[in-house]
């Protein structure tokens, strides 16, 4: 059967897109469904703020009145500028397994990147870096975080056949939490506070997370303005982005280091794990989502890490163990057993030295693909 091409032009086509790998991976126990609102609000051409500065395409594809396969076309200049690459991106691509759906969806994409005469197309890569990115080429077995996207294996040899290739790799640990704390990393993050005049903000609340939002996110915007699909956050995306992370969170899994005058050096932040509630949610709120989201934030034996930023001028001195002392002790209170850390770069080993004193398993490969198109 013919696969045909439509693109998303109304709210209701737009429900549709979202709610297509759904379907597709009904059944499957390692697909997390994210969070529809949020979802909807990325994607709405009036709800999200990176629209202020970005271009995108939505398209469907069907056999007969089967919907078979969904893809993104972001074209985000401030990246293109920041980095000077004038690259189309493509997100959110899932398809049947069927060559010619993915040929069609991909095409798709790379039509639109010939017309704005720009060189390569890279991806899956949403409009930022705090959207979810990377397609995962192992760890087709293992739960996915409400972080990261799932997809089946096949769809590494449709982009392999279409003449991607690897551009970027994250891999992903599983962190077990041991019986007993090390107390030497106790003394060692005391030490360090101690020695750069440094304290944690102790026993948060809502309010001190809310009070300190601009901080976490200006801190994201200079710190993380080097990693490889980053570009500055703007004052809308970071309201935007503080509504859609820090809304959810336990303070108590907020690590928040302060100077001599309380402004923020360095922070983490920790999510019990949500991917079970998700998945019995189908990602929806009601009407029992929330219940069940809720459940999960009290009562969980695993958790995920996020995001962690320190400032420059205290890299290297230690923040991170205080910070990751912290987290640990969490943890053990609240009855976390089992640790995602969700995607690092490769050959970030700075960020994987922090795992060294714990159990670990690499469990889940990603990669963003790239191909030229001039």
Partial sequence: ???????????????????????????????????????????????????????AR??????????????????NPRYNEKWDRPYMRFAWLDFVDDPAVSAVLIGAVEDWAQEKDLQAVLGPIGFTALDR???????????ATMATQYNYAYYNDHLAYLGYEKEKDWIEFELEMPE?????????????????????????????????????????????SELYTNAPLSEREIEHYTKEYLGIV?????????DENDNMVG?????????????????????????????????????DLYLVAVKKAYRGLGVNVAMMSRVWRT?????????ETNPEFEDNLNVQSQWKTLKKRQHKRRRVFIKSIS
């Avoid at 609000?41 to 629209?51: C, G, Q, R, S, Y």
């Avoid at 007993?180 to 026993?203: S, W």
């Fill in 1 to 55: 059967m013919t696969v045909i091409l439509k693109e998303i032009r109304t709210k209701r086509q737009l429900r549709q897109f979202i709610k297509f790998p759904r379907r597709l991976y009904r059944g499957n126990p390692y697909y997390v469904p994210s969070m529809f609102s949020g979802e909807l609000n990325t994607l709405d051409w009036d709800k999200n703020p990176a629209f202020d500065y970005c271009e």
């Fill in 58 to 75: 939505y398209w469907l594809a069907y056999e007969g009145k089967r919907i078979v396969g969904r893809v993104a076309a972001i074209l």
């Fill in 133 to 143: 990115e990377g397609q995962l080429v192992e760890g087709f077995e293992e739960l």
């Fill in 180 to 224: 007993e704390l090390d107390e030497r990393i106790a003394r060692a993050a005391q030490i360090v506070l101690k020695r750069n005049n440094l304290h944690m903000l102790e026993d948060p609340d809502k309010a001190d997370v809310e009070k300190y939002a601009d901080q976490v996110f200006s801190l994201i915007n200079s710190e993380y």
């Fill in 250 to 258: 336990n303070p108590d899994f907020i690590p928040i280091v302060l």
């Fill in 267 to 303: 922070f983490g932040l920790t999510v019990p794990s949500l991917s079970r509630a998700l998945q019995r949610s189908s990602g929806r709120l009601f009407p029992f989502g929330w219940w069940r989201l809720l459940r999960a934030l009290r009562k969980n034996d695993r958790a």
């Fill in 331 to 339: 943890f053990k209170e609240h009855g976390i057993k089992w640790i």
